[in-house]
């Protein structure tokens, strides 16, 4: 007896894989011509199998041979193969299996095979060969059973090669779509219905869009498909759809990829706006995260390519008062940007596409240095949001322009480790020993400009108290950039692990530039901070203890600070160990460790310094000095019994 086979199944591999004909060696096909001679019917379907993979004729004449020694199944699939190699008898025995079925008993049918499905189901290798004279059984299947999915999956053809069963196949199909229990069916339904009817069954699509799902699953292929489809046929309420759809999609990755086809088809700010409020909403952790994620990576769509120039400026002004609006730039911000499109679009409609250029590109310039101005050293600002919009827009105008003019002299910028332009503190330039170091002149926009005669000078930059010099830089017709390192400055244990976890203490960092200034605080045992690429002194306190380390982190930008397990062993006047006596530390004030343990000892974390340690145990106490850095073991022993 053989395992019921799934013919649609064959059918999908088939179509789906498109499979071709492939080379195989004359033992491998003898092989697979025994198998169909096999009295296993398990054994003859892998052979029937293995006849469609490599597309292998000489097996025609075996098929035919074996098919009527079969199980329904089985003959069935012989049946596909024969019409799949274009066997010339295929409609012969098609014909003659539909005659002979009738005389089957019920031994040669498995599951819910009958009589009628059989006759229904040999229909797909006849309408591969373009018969359709016995189209009629598989509408008789459908009317005993409505959600036959092997009869389904006939209805296309069916409705396009036999008018008079148009109507009743189309309604057989609507009811699975809409009333079938079983998901795959109505799955396989609506495919059918777009593959015959396309945008006529938008009502279809939207239904399951909005309300199927398969058998209680979050995932449900028939509402992903749907949505598919009112994709490619534009529904035009898709944009309002999708938004109230985020809100009750259950599952967190659809809602990521509806809010992506929202931006990739309607990514106005309106609708940026919306789905920065459902972020706010939303409290899945896991839907927030892919939220988060497109809307930091929202780019608006290019304008279009029969949109003249002056078009666009004008579309961009008014996308820039609707980021005002949406408060993602301040007024001030709005009047400059808009003072520079104006010119921009005079410039152009007086045909001057260079100065119309120029204009552009300071109108971007200023977008993106009020929203990297992370140092807030200027109270305007752009947004996140608003810089996406801005500069992309902006970036399109400037594609189809000529390239702005150079700086004639040289332009000096500060970048960080990011690529990111920031604002540079001061610009200095030497000359000579005449004229020593001068300040170039600052833009306004972050950026410095030298102007002189020379070829070349050295320049300084001037970045968070501290300064970098580079010298011979081409000073005419150049632009030099500066970049930071993203400095880290980590704190250790003495198994070499970052801390603090599971602690949750934190180390102060500082370096040293004419000062020591404010590095940050460690999180998870590191801290961050954007530096010049020189030598600097940085200081870790940790537990009140203060430790120096010097570093040239144009080298290595990863500074790391150890702690030492220091062990205070705390011992009777017989040398014998004291449990319960008080220790301390000393660093600016005395330092609580704890009391010792049953042996005598505990310990404590700590960088390695010269410190003060005393024990204490009733009235009687001692201090002893000891460099942990040398000896992490402090031994005190107390006067007391």
């Not at 309408?127 to 016995?134: G, H, V």
């Not at 300040?439 to 005669?453: E, H, Y």
């Amino acid at each position: 007896m053989c395992n019921r086979f799934s013919i649609l199944a064959i059918f999908l591999i088939l179509l789906s894989i498109q499979i071709k004909s492939q080379e195989i060696d004359e033992e491998f096909k003898q092989k697979i011509l025994l198998y169909l001679s096999s009295d296993k019917g398990s054994v003859v379907w892998a052979g029937v199998d293995y006849t469609i993979q490599f597309k292998l004729y000489e097996a025609i004449q075996v098929l035919e041979n074996i098919i009527w020694k079969q199980e329904v199944p089985i003959q069935l699939s012989i049946l596909w193969a024969m019409a799949y190699l274009n066997a010339p008898n295929t409609q012969q025995l098609a014909i003659a299996f539909i005659d002979s079925v009738d005389f089957y008993n019920s031994s040669r049918f498995f599951g819910s095979e009958n009589k009628l499905s059989a006759k229904a189901h040999v229909n797909q290798a006849l309408f591969y060969i373009n018969d359709y004279s016995q189209a009629d059984y598989v509408m008789q299947q459908l009317r005993v059973k409505p959600y036959d999915v092997e009869s389904i999956w006939l209805l296309p053809n069916l409705i396009r090669n036999v008018p008079q069963y148009e109507n009743e196949a189309k309604s057989i199909l609507i009811n699975a779509a809409n009333n079938s229990e079983d998901y795959r069916i109505r799955f396989n339904a609506v495919h059918q219905l777009e593959e015959v009817y396309g945008a006529e069954m938008i009502p279809i699509y939207i239904n399951f869009f909005k309300n199927v799902e398969e058998s209680g699953k979050e995932f449900s292929s028939s509402r992903i498909i749907s949505f598919e489809f009112l994709c490619k046929y534009n529904y035009d309420g898709l944009e309002n759809l999708i938004k109230e759809q985020i809100y009750n999609e259950p599952a967190a990755v659809y809602k990521r990829y509806f809010i992506d086809t929202l931006f990739n088809r309607y990514g106005n700010p309106e609708n940026l706006n919306y789905i920065v409020n459902f972020y706010n909403w939303e409290t899945d952790s896991l839907a927030k995260r892919f939220v988060s994620h497109a809307l930091e990576n929202f780019t608006p769509k290019e304008f279009p390519m029969n949109i003249t120039l002056p078009e666009m400026i004008d579309s961009l002004k008014i996308i820039t008062n609707k980021t005002f609006a949406f408060q993602w730039i301040d007024s001030t911000t709005k009047n400059l940007l808009n003072y520079n499109l104006d010119n921009a679009k005079t410039k152009i409609l007086n045909s001057d596409s260079i100065f119309c250029a120029n204009y552009i590109k300071q109108y971007q310039d200023l977008v993106n240095f009020e929203f990297q101005d992370t140092l807030n050293t200027t109270p305007e600002f752009v947004t996140l949001e608003g810089w996406q919009f801005l500069y992309y827009y902006a970036q399109y105008i400037l594609d189809r322009l000529p390239e702005p003019q150079a700086n004639p002299n040289l332009l000096v910028n500060l970048k960080n480790s990011f690529g990111v332009q920031i604002p540079a503190g001061n610009v200095t330039y030497y000359e000579s020993a005449t004229s020593g170091w001068k300040d170039a002149v600052n833009n306004g926009d972050g950026t410095f400009t030298v102007i002189t005669t020379k070829s070349t000078v050295s320049i300084r930059m001037f970045y968070e108290f501290a300064n970098q010099t580079v010298h011979n830089v081409p000073a005419q017709n150049n632009t030099y950039t500066f970049t930071t390192v993203n400095t880290a400055v980590q704190l250790k244990n003495s198994s070499g692990n970052l801390m603090p976890a599971p602690s949750g203490d934190q180390g102060t960092v500082q370096y040293y530039a004419d000062a020591w200034r404010t590095f940050g605080t460690t999180t998870n045992g590191v801290a961050y901070k954007e530096l010049l690429p020189i030598n600097y002194s940085f200081r870790m306190t940790y537990e009140y203890i203060p430790n120096d380390k010097q570093q040239d982190i144009s080298t290595n930008s990863t500074v790391t600070f150890t702690t030492v397990l220091c062990t205070l062993k705390v011992t009777n006047a017989n040398n014998q160990p004291l449990a319960g006596a008080s220790t301390k530390y000393y660093s600016t004030a005395w330092r609580d460790i704890g009391l010792t343990n049953a042996e005598g000892i505990i310990t404590k974390e700590l960088l390695p310094k010269n410190l003060s340690f005393r024990a204490t145990y009733g009235n009687v106490s001692l201090d002893k000095q000891q460099d942990i850095s040398v000896n992490i073991l402090v031994e005190i022993q107390l006067n007391v019994p």
